[in-house]
């Protein structure tokens, strides 16, 4: 038996765009691969000048929503709008859509300024316009100096500036990114990150980004589109998506967290020896519980709608500015997450604040 | 009819042009085999009064059939003596370091591009300059010498794909660099050395050009044929070829199987990609 | 991590090889090109006759050019053939193009003796085509120019050299990531542009071996126009033949020989040179 939760409306207030300011319409996308469904019936929209990230397991069908949009694959059913463009009709080389691929797809014969003078030379741009829009888009990427090498002597992160320049010197509508930055080292990573979050910010330029990078999501996007098994099941701001999980997967997938069996009756939620207050209907409800929230009970003075407990210490690990607690509470377990001290031992107490029991569903079920 | 960028459009004009070239490719075969079924003989349209008598003419002519033996014995031959100069010529290749190394390389490969006719007027006059009569012996060699570029080209493949590491764990595990070689490089090879044979077997069955310039009193099969078709042409020999199509048709497929066995690992990563 | 003794015992058979069964042979050539043939006997008179009676004779002259004008119509046409089929492949055929390689491989490896003969049994005058075209009463007699002629020649080494052109021709498309494809397509490019632009260029390195495999070969080549080509074919492998045989100058022979060996390397030598070039 399914309750409603309260993320329900605060996620529906997220997801409606006015009408006037959506770039890309996805209305039900399917698609089918052999047999097998890697799409169902999939609807979002993008608004203009947003930084949207797809962001999902291997398998989530994030990448092949993307090429979908792209033109590389046909949806099997669905439309996808662009600027009151139908766009599922066209051909790739006439969506105004640009694509920086995972793996670059420089073209190796070619210079990296021929590289990126390409989609103005096909597309018959003025042939006096183009060293300069080139030589804008390089500079753009910090890889002027480059012009006239050839990509096979470029590094990784060189090759990705390029990629990314190639892309945008055609002043495209939407930006796909297809997991541009997976290939590159941690350090690069996060230098890259922060320069395309400014990029785009700058340019204005709606992007579409596709990673199984949590971390990265978070940092980079505007709003996160996360998929599972070809599904939506949450499309929300970062924050939004960390604070009100709408589900069990949601919860697990971004950040970590406990998930408690509760049972309600008459405004408690019970489990096992937990219990707190909510304003929820009687019945099975699955709550949200990050181990961040729960805190020794002596340092929670100021802490609202306190539920206190008691629990065994099973596991105690430092990690720097916090530790990561293991505990046993009358059987049942739970992660906690608090400030660096010295070692816990056996039971102690615990709390954490009554409305930081997030009420979510199983994906399966309707929100 | 939506458009996409790949695979699924299949653009008719080009199928079409596909087509057409390969209905050029089979077109002469065919025919050949349809008039070895026919009474009346090699030409004219359409073949009439299907029969078998070419093929029984075939099977009683001890010429023809002397001739093969002697083809496979040179076949053989080639195929032990190219497979065991190549497989050195790839392990040099690959291996070692000499000065000269890419004139040997060049060399080497050299008469798999040159026009048979000139590996055959030059084995000519090297025999004839040794004081060695022509016989099937000279045919062997001439076909070894031309044959070692493949058996070169597919072992070097070969090696290359093989995992250096194998060898490397092997000397560390105490083994010497000689039962290195048997136990562990032989061994990866193995469908490389196979595939070879059977690409050389083929050839050798069916090389004529060398042939021509080096053999002596017995013929080769492909030789036998040549000698006939200069006096005159019957469906007999629609026969022999039709044969002969038959079995390497077979070798071929074999080989092939063979052969994508070896880079079978690579095909599979490539269809794994997400 | 190979011994010195590794390698000198791997290198060493193969190279005495290749010196005594190639540049042995090769040197033999060489030095017969400058020798004479006086009376039916080699007479080992140091000299460069051969190579001048070579030039000036017109005879000689005349075959050299209709070689070269076969040889380049054969690449040509192998290359029209070839380069779409194997375009088709590698693009657009999806899972049938193992199925269509083995197709297209057969046909390279099966005898050109064989192959040769059909030709002839379809081109001549009683031949298969011949009667094809009376039968549907397209021709009432028989169409002379079809054998024995140098379009004969063309038409044998096309059906030879189609498949030999193709493979590394397919090998080079099939090289190329598919992902270049998709960023032309994305980048506003046609298929017909990304042909010109990305895929083209790309496949220069095949094409170019796949050519001058045809053209070598097809130069060089002597049982074409003895099967299909009649005397007014003749190429220049068939006058050294000739050389060889009835008309014994092997002096001479052996100079036309040296020039096909070193036309032969000098084209190896430039192409490896190109496909360097234009390899990415």
């Not at chain 1, 090429?67 to 669905?78: D, L, V």
């Not at chain 2, 009474?39 to 009439?48: D, I, L, N, Y």
């Not at chain 2, 042939?211 to 005159?232: A, C, H, K, M, V």
């Not at chain 3, 169409?143 to 397919?170: D, E, K, N, Q, R």
């Amino acid at each position: 038996m399914t309750l409603p939760t309260s993320s329900a409306s605060a996620n529906a207030a997220e997801e409606t765009i006015s009408a006037g300011t959506a770039l890309l319409e996805v209305r039900e996308v399917a698609k089918q691969f052999f047999g097998h469904q890697v799409l169902k019936n999939i609807s979002l929209q993008v608004a203009a000048g947003e930084f949207l990230t797809l962001l999902g397991e291997s398998g989530s069908g994030k990448t092949t929503l993307l090429r979908i949009i792209a033109g590389f694959e046909q949806p099997t059913s669905g439309q996808v709008w662009m600027s009151g463009i139908r766009l599922d009709v066209l051909p790739p080389y006439q969506r105004r859509v640009n694509t920086v691929f995972q793996s670059y797809a420089l073209f190796p014969h070619l210079s990296v300024k021929e590289n990126v003078a390409y989609g103005l030379r096909v597309t018959k741009v003025a042939e006096s316009e183009i060293p300069a829009r080139v030589a804008d888009a390089l500079r753009m990427v910090k890889m002027e100096e480059f012009a006239d090498r050839r990509p096979g002597k470029l590094s990784g992160g060189q090759q990705q500036r390029v990629a990314l320049a190639r892309a945008l010197v055609n002043r495209p509508k939407l930006l796909l990114l297809d997991e541009p930055l997976s290939a590159l080292d941690a350090n690069l990573r996060k230098q890259m990150q922060g320069e395309l979050k400014s990029l785009q910010r700058d340019l204005g330029i709606t992007f579409l980004f596709v990673t199984h990078d949590q971390d990265e999501a978070m940092a980079l996007s505007d709003r996160i589109a996360l998929l599972k098994d070809g599904a939506l099941e949450q499309i929300a701001s970062p924050r939004e998506i960390y604070e009100r999980p709408a589900t069990v997967y949601t919860a697990q997938f971004i950040g970590q967290t406990n998930i408690l069996h509760a049972e309600i009756r008459n405004g408690v939620a019970t489990s096992g020896s937990l219990c707190w207050p909510v304003a929820l209907r009687n019945g099975h409800a699955l709550f949200s519980l990050r181990p961040e929230a729960i805190r020794l009970a002596a340092e929670s003075a100021t802490m609202p709608n306190p539920v206190t407990f008691h629990a065994r210490v099973i596991q105690q690990i430092f990690s720097g500015a916090s530790e990561q607690l293991e505990l046993d509470c009358d059987g049942l377990r739970l992660r906690a997450m608090i400030y660096s001290r010295s070692p816990l031992s056996g039971e102690q107490e615990f709390a954490f604040s009554s409305a930081d029991a997030i009420p979510v569903r199983n994906s399966k079920e309707p929100g | 009819m939506r458009a996409t960028s790949l695979g699924t459009n299949r653009p008719t004009f080009l199928s079409v042009y596909a087509l057409v070239v390969f209905a050029f490719l089979y077109l002469p075969i065919a025919v050949l085999i349809l008039y070895s079924f026919n009474r009346s003989g090699v030409g004219g349209f359409p073949p009439k009064h299907f029969t078998l008598s070419w093929y029984s003419q075939l099977f009683a002519d001890t010429a023809i059939w002397d001739s093969v033996l002697n083809s496979l014995l040179v076949a053989v031959g080639a195929v032990v003596l190219s497979l065991t100069f190549g497989l050195l010529a790839a392990l040099a290749l690959d291996r070692a370091t000499f000065p000269g190394k890419s004139v040997f390389r060049r060399l080497v490969l050299l008469p798999l591009i040159l026009p048979g006719i000139i590996t055959g007027l030059s084995l000519l006059m090297f025999a004839v300059f040794a004081g060695v009569q022509l016989s099937l012996l000279t045919v062997f060699l001439g076909h070894g010498t031309a044959l070692i570029s493949v058996a070169t080209t597919e072992l070097f493949a070969g090696l290359q794909k093989m995992d250096r590491a194998q060898e490397e764990a092997s000397l560390d595990l105490g083994a010497t660099p000689w039962q290195t070689f048997w136990r562990i490089t032989l061994p990866n090879l193995r469908l490389s050395l196979i595939a070879a044979g059977l690409l050389i077997f083929t050839l050798s069955m069916d090389e004529i050009v060398v042939t021509i310039f080096l053999i002596g009193r017995d013929n080769t099969l492909p030789q036998e044929i040549w000698s006939r078709l200069r006096i005159g042409i019957t469906p007999e020999i629609n026969a022999i070829s039709t044969l002969i199509f038959a079995v390497s048709v077979i070798l071929i497929l074999v080989w092939y199987r063979i052969r994508t066995r070896t880079i079978g690992k690579q095909a599979q990563e490539l269809l794994e990609r997400p | 991590m190979y011994s010195r003794a590794y390698k000198f015992v791997v290198s060493l058979p193969p190279l005495l090889w290749v010196a005594i069964f190639l540049l042995v042979p090769y040197a033999l050539m060489l030095a017969h090109s400058f020798w004479l043939v006086r009376e039916g006997v080699i007479i080992h008179h140091w000299n460069l006759q051969n190579y001048s009676k070579l030039f000036h004779n017109p005879v000689y002259v005349e075959v050299l050019f209709r070689s070269v004008r076969i040889a380049v119509t054969v690449t040509f046409l192998s290359l029209l053939l070839g380069y779409p089929l194997a375009y088709y492949m590698s693009f657009h055929a999806g899972p049938r193009k193992d199925i269509l390689y083995q197709l297209v491989i057969i046909p390279l490896w099966v005898s050109y003796l064989v192959r040769g003969y059909a030709w002839k049994t379809i081109l001549g005058s009683e031949g298969v085509l011949n009667g094809f075209l009376q039968y549907l009463h397209i021709t009432k007699e028989p169409v002379s120019f079809l054998l024995y002629s140098p379009f004969a020649v063309v038409l044998m080494l096309t059906h030879i050299y189609t498949p030999f052109v193709f493979l590394p021709l397919y090998a080079s498309l099939e090289h190329i990531p598919r992902n270049l494809v998709e960023a032309s397509h994305d980048l506003g490019a046609s298929p017909c542009t990304t042909f010109l632009r990305v895929i083209l260029p790309l496949s220069l390195p095949g094409l170019l071996a796949g050519a001058t495999f045809a053209f070598v070969l097809s130069l060089g080549d002597f049982l074409a126009p003895i099967l299909v080509g009649g005397p007014s074919s003749i190429m220049i492998a068939n006058i050294v033949q000739s050389l060889f045989g009835t008309a014994y100058d092997w002096p001479l022979g052996a100079a036309i020989s040296v020039c096909i060996l070193l036309l032969t390397v000098t084209l190896l030598y430039l192409t490896e040179r190109l496909e360097k070039r234009w390899s990415f």
